[in-house]
């Protein structure tokens, strides 16, 4: 795997697809700079969640064909895509199967059965699934309000819960009004004032259960029952890991990652996958155990892994990732950049430095990226009144921060891009850009970030509810650019990361020494009889490179 820099985009992103990304990294202007490609994993046949909910890992139809992979491969640019070791779609061909047939499925055990595994652990509750004790509850991470369930109708008529720890959706077919006169075996007159009674229901997202019926009452039981019959789901469904089928299917994804041109896998919410009565149910003590069996897999591909997780500073878990042999995310340079640049002052920054270098941390960092700035992680590492403060900054800025089912203060991330997070400052972007390409890590690189996108409070709106993440996911089309490729602050990053390519300086085995204080410092890099070194000084934004 090389060491030079990492552009991170979705297949459309920059034009309408994969091919137009290709024609970008193709313009004399992007010879040699970027050597990896973090395509997100709407490349693949995705469902929602803008590529996080998988129905399989065959290119997307709309966004990718396999040439436009080869043509990445003669450029000299490898690949980091995503696999998400925690949960398949619902659209997914083992979960339709499992729909379909039932207790007869071939996948019944590929996903958890709710009440199977808390069996004997909880109480059955009147919906039908088993609530766990609270001695359970008290130990488990919730990412929705409720329980992480979804109720799925089985070829039999029983609903059945299945474990759902990200997104769901339920939705239902609206009958005609003859279909309710044959439903509810009513005349026609009655059927027409029914079925206003019932889309203007379902229009509203109201569950058939809890539709007033009012006077035609009489008929809810057998019209429910027919729309519990034809409802259909979108979410993501977590994957038994206790299955041979999962680990079967975790081998043939690997391999066909690798089959694209993959060097690096993201392990997409990984430490959701292990689960244990009795255990959390987010990186408890078996995660590490899973992931080595992961990584036994992916050598057989010569697939480096990195691990996905958000976690303070203080609980030192990038570090237990990194003990056990594994690349790990940077997700502290970006606060501590904001905070560097507020306090005109290096001390935090150096620190981490210092703690990369030292510890022999191997790491991928960024500026942005498609979620959001993680400012949370920084606990333990800079003072909490700090990190407010950071999060009271770009939120000024016109950032926005995301409610975690009412709680402000548990979520990670602050959505802004880079950009306007700086206080669309091009001094500013251009330092965060150097410091970045210098510190010790692989760099990866948002595309929004190298053409200084900034915050899209339209894309917010046209997404509605939980439509945060689009402030910083903005579709750049092929005029914009050309146009950006004529911007000042746009060519000297292509010229740093330039630099960052191809000095023989950068290299995971180089030498790299952080010296200064206060305002100033130094980052210097050397390997044989090559060095390169970054002087900075926060009371001006300048830099300089020798």
């Known amino acids: 795997m090389k060491n030079n820099p990492m552009l991170n985009a979705y297949p459309d992103s920059i034009g309408e697809n994969l091919g137009d990304i290709v024609e970008f990294l193709s313009k004399p202007e992007l010879k040699d700079v970027f050597g990896s490609f973090y395509i997100l994993p709407s490349v693949f046949n995705t469902d929602l969640d803008r590529g996080f909910s998988v129905?399989?890992?065959?290119?997307?139809?709309?966004?990718?064909?396999?040439?436009?992979?080869?043509?990445?491969?003669?450029?000299?640019?490898?690949?980091?895509l995503d696999f998400i070791l925690n949960h398949?779609?619902?659209?997914?061909?083992?979960?339709?199967?499992?729909?379909?047939?039932?207790?007869?499925?071939?996948?019944k055990d590929?996903?958890?059965n709710w009440n199977e595994f808390w069996k004997d652990n909880g109480e059955m509750t009147e919906e039908g699934y088993i609530k766990p004790y609270d001695e359970h509850l008290k130990k488990m991470f919730f990412r929705k309000a409720g329980l992480p369930i979804l109720m799925v109708r089985m070829p039999d008529g029983k609903d059945v819960p299945y474990w759902n720890t990200f997104y769901q959706k339920v939705s239902y077919k609206k009958p005609t009004v003859q279909e309710?006169?044959?439903?509810?075996?009513?005349?026609?007159?009655?059927?027409?004032?029914?079925?206003?009674?019932?889309?203007?229901?379902?229009?509203?997202?109201?569950?058939?259960?809890?539709?007033?019926?009012?006077?035609?009452?009489?008929?809810?039981?057998?019209?429910?029952?027919?729309l519990e019959g034809q409802r259909e789901y979108l979410g993501q469904m977590d994957l038994n890991i206790k299955s041979d089928l999962v680990w079967e299917f975790y081998d043939n994804t690997l391999k066909q990652l690798s089959d694209y041109g993959a060097s690096i896998v993201r392990l997409d919410a990984f430490a959701y996958a292990p689960k244990g009565v009795g255990e959390k149910n987010f990186l408890n003590d078996s995660t590490w155990d899973v992931l080595e069996?992961?990584?036994?897999?992916?050598?057989?591909?010569?697939?480096?892994?990195?691990?996905?997780?958000?976690?303070?500073?203080?609980?030192?878990?990038?570090?237990?990732?990194?003990?056990?042999?594994?690349?790990?995310?940077?997700?502290?340079?970006?606060?501590?950049?904001?905070?560097?640049?507020?306090?005109?002052?290096?001390?935090h920054l150096k620190q981490w430095a210092e703690d990369i270098i030292n510890k022999k941390l191997k790491v991928v960092n960024m500026l942005g990226c498609h979620d959001g700035i993680p400012l949370l992680d920084l606990k333990g590492l800079i003072p909490d009144e700090k990190i407010q403060g950071l999060i009271d900054t770009v939120v000024s800025r016109g950032g926005h921060v995301k409610d975690l089912h009412g709680a402000k203060n548990v979520y990670y991330q602050v959505n802004a891009t880079y950009?306007?997070?700086?206080?669309?400052?091009?001094?500013?972007?251009?330092?965060?850009?150097?410091?970045?390409?210098?510190?010790?890590?692989?760099?990866?690189?948002?595309?929004?970030?190298?053409?200084?996108?900034?915050?899209?409070?339209?894309?917010?709106?046209?997404?509605?509810k939980d439509g945060h993440k689009e402030i910083n996911r903005t579709n750049l089309t092929k005029q914009q650019i050309e146009d950006g490729l004529k911007n000042p602050v746009v060519l000297k990053q292509l010229e740093l990361l330039k630099l960052r390519y191809s000095h023989p300086a950068f290299d995971f085995d180089s030498k790299v020494e952080f010296t200064g204080e206060n305002n100033k410092f130094t980052i210097k890099w050397t390997k044989d009889d090559n060095s390169i070194q970054l002087d900075c000084d926060l009371a001006d934004l300048s830099y300089s490179i020798n």
């Open 110 to 112: 590929f996903f958890i």
């Open 293 to 347: 069996k992961v990584n036994s897999l992916a050598k057989k591909y010569n697939l480096e892994l990195l691990p996905e997780i958000h976690a303070s500073y203080g609980e030192k878990i990038h570090e237990k990732v990194a003990n056990e042999g594994y690349m790990t995310y940077d997700f502290f340079l970006p606060g501590l950049l904001i905070d560097a640049f507020e306090s005109k002052n290096c001390e």
């Open 180 to 226: 309710l006169m044959k439903i509810a075996n009513i005349q026609y007159g009655t059927a027409l004032k029914l079925h206003e009674i019932v889309i203007n229901g379902l229009d509203n997202d109201i569950k058939p259960s809890e539709i007033d019926f009012k006077q035609f009452d009489k008929y809810k039981t057998v019209v429910c029952e027919w």
């Open 55 to 80: 129905v399989d890992y065959n290119l997307s139809d709309e966004f990718a064909k396999a040439e436009d992979l080869e043509k990445l491969q003669n450029l000299g640019i490898d690949l980091k």
């Open 88 to 107: 398949a779609s619902v659209l997914s061909p083992q979960f339709q199967d499992l729909i379909k047939n039932g207790e007869n499925s071939k996948y």
């Open 419 to 464: 950009y306007s997070a700086l206080g669309e400052d091009d001094k500013k972007m251009l330092l965060a850009r150097a410091i970045q390409l210098f510190m010790p890590a692989k760099p990866q690189v948002w595309y929004l970030d190298l053409f200084c996108g900034k915050n899209d409070y339209e894309a917010v709106k046209r997404a509605g």
